[in-house]
């Protein structure tokens, strides 16, 4: 059983950055993909990016593809998600998730291939 926590939510003005860390305690963090989702209010979950095992593979959502940068560090347990050039539109609670994933290349990005997620963490943009 693997437990995520995520951490750094916070309130930031249009056009700036911020930054999300997920810690995951539990198994073996490197037999895991991790991917990150966001709901905004009256929306559905939204994917974000994600990152293989072995983290030489990721994969973004249309809307935050070139803005956005997922990394994980294996050996602290952590994936991050770096957010550039931020809009009212990224305003969500964000999500980590994570998927046992025996092959270390895959980057999964449907929502239902995860198996455990954090509780989430809020980003408000404002404009």
């Known amino acids: 059983q693997v437990q995520l926590v995520e951490s750094g939510g916070g309130l930031v003005q249009t056009g700036g950055s911020h930054g999300f860390a997920c810690t995951a305690s539990?198994?073996?963090?490197?037999?895991?993909?991790m991917g990150w989702f966001r709901q905004a209010p009256g929306k559905e979950r939204e994917f974000v990016a994600a990152?293989?095992?072995?983290?030489?593979?990721?994969d973004y959502g249309d809307s935050v593809r070139g803005r956005f940068t997922i990394i994980r560090d294996n050996a602290k347990s952590s994936v991050y998600l770096q957010m550039n050039v931020l809009t009212p539109e990224d305003t969500a609670v964000y999500f980590c998730?994570?998927?046992?994933?025996?092959?270390?290349?895959?980057?999964?990005?449907?929502?239902?291939?995860?198996?455990?997620w954090g509780q989430g963490t809020q980003l408000t943009v404002s404009s």
């Open positions: 998730a994570a998927r046992t994933e025996s092959r270390r290349w895959v980057v999964p990005t449907q929502e239902s291939w995860y198996h455990y």
């Open positions: 990152i293989s095992g072995n983290g030489a593979n990721t």
């Open positions: 539990g198994g073996t963090f490197s037999s895991y993909a």
